[in-house]
């Protein structure tokens, strides 16, 4: 019976099958390993995005949240000076809604549009023909990874971009710290956890507070985020106007996660907007693990300015998405009006997307930047309701 419903999977999913394949031949792969794959095929061969897709991003819920980012980047581009030429780079853009809207926002200020070029950094093929139809009216340089973007002023957005990146899960044994790893069970055609002895040293990679963690406690760290916020950071830092004369650099990250560096396990699967295993059927699901801010920061602030993380409430009330909602509806029927503050509710609600979802800002250290939406940070004074 069980050789049975093998033969039936077998093939139904090309990546379940070179997973199981690839751990009969080298052992039980990283979680990093296993996630990397899983969220490459997915992007690849799935359609993620919106009511009929797996989960919806903020800029699919509402074209008011790319204004907000185009309204922030327009800000930006004021208080450094107004560089010439800036290159305006997104990562991981999805289906290309968020660079459509900022960019129709910016058309409002042309000497910011023209001084902008478009760069997006996409791995799928198949994602990067959604965003060339989204930006058909701006043409855009795609990108394997943020370091290809030649140099010069970058202003910097990654929404939902840092949770697909792959992470390392550690867990504390009674033999100490382990890698977790995913084996197959080749008998119930199977994946399942398991840990392995580190291949690599613990210092300076966890906080010091965390060695002791109690048995059972997991650590999960993300090297690809921390090389790809160095990378930005280092990047705004030797655009920095005053080493420069003129320019400077910006980044805004924005992503659910928690502000601090934790322990706990994160990594989560989601099938047509419901929790699902993450080691059933890899490739056809969408993978994320929560973004560890506190780190990211930490990371930055060692070249950068680093405002936040704020909560993504706090920082689209604090640019006015409320008034901006207000506008929407003056010329909008009842249904459509409804639908607006639908919308703003779930983006800035605390029980929706506005506490889990955090931002962060980065500017050159040397230009004493104050990016908008911001300043509500501490104790998220304007607290948002639920209704
Ligand atoms: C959850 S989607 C976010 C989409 C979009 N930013 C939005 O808010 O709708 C993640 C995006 O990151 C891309 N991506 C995932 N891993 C990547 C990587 N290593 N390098 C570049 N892009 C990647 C995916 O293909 C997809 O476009």
Redesign the pocket.
């Known amino acids: 019976m069980q050789e049975n419903v093998k033969r039936k999977l077998k093939g139904a999913n090309p990546v379940h099958d070179a997973l199981a394949d690839d751990i009969a031949a080298r052992g039980p792969l990283t979680v990093a390993e296993y996630m990397a794959r899983a ?1 490459s095929a997915y ?1 690849e061969t799935q359609e993620p ?1 919106g009511a009929k897709g797996d989960f919806t ?4 819920i509402s074209q008011m949240f790319g204004e907000m980012i185009g309204a922030w980047l327009v800000d930006m581009w004021m208080q450094m000076g107004r560089p010439e030429n800036v290159k305006l780079v997104e ?5 290309g ?2 660079a459509a809207d900022v960019m129709r926002t910016v058309s409002s200020w042309p000497d910011f549009k023209n001084a902008l070029t478009l760069h997006l ?4 093929p198949r ?1 990067r023909e959604l965003q060339a139809a989204a930006l058909k009216d701006y043409p855009a340089t795609w990108h394997e ?1 943020f370091s290809e973007v030649p140099e010069g002023v970058c202003f910097v957005v990654a ?3 840092f949770d ?2 792959p992470i390392h899960q550690l867990k504390k044994t009674k033999d100490g710290w382990r890698e977790r790893r995913v084996d197959y069970d080749a008998e119930h055609d199977a994946f399942f956890f398991t840990t392995a002895p580190l291949e690599f040293t613990l210092d300076g990679m966890m906080p010091e507070d965390f060695l002791n963690a109690p048995e059972g406690s997991v650590f999960e760290i993300s090297p ?1 985020s921390l090389e790809i916020v160095k990378q930005v950071s280092e990047r705004i830092a030797r655009n920095d106007p005053d080493a420069q004369g003129a320019g400077g650099g910006a980044a805004l990250f924005l992503d659910y996660g928690h502000a601090e560096a934790g322990l706990g396990d994160t990594l989560q699967a989601v099938s047509r907007h419901e929790y699902a295993d993450v080691l059933e059927e890899p490739g056809l699901r969408d993978i994320t693990a929560h973004v560890d801010f506190g780190t990211l920061k930490a990371v930055a602030a060692q070249h950068a300015a680093v405002a936040g993380p704020v909560t993504q409430g706090s920082f689209l009330i604090g640019l006015g998405i409320e008034a901006r909602a207000q506008k929407l509806c003056e010329n909008a029927t009842e249904k459509q009006r409804e639908d607006i503050m639908t919308a703003l509710c779930r983006l800035v609600a605390p029980k929706e997307m506005g506490r889990l979802f955090k931002v962060l800002a980065l500017t050159p250290r040397k230009a004493r930047i104050h990016p908008a939406g911001f300043a509500l940070a501490e104790g998220d004074a304007h607290e948002v309701s639920d209704d």
Not at 57 to 60: F, K
Not at 91 to 95: A, N, Q
Not at 121 to 124: F, L, Q, Y
């Open positions: 969220v992007y995005f991003t903020a800029p699919e990562l991981g853009p999805g289906r809604t968020l950094v996409e791995t799928s994602l990874n929404n939902e971009f697909a990146l690809p």
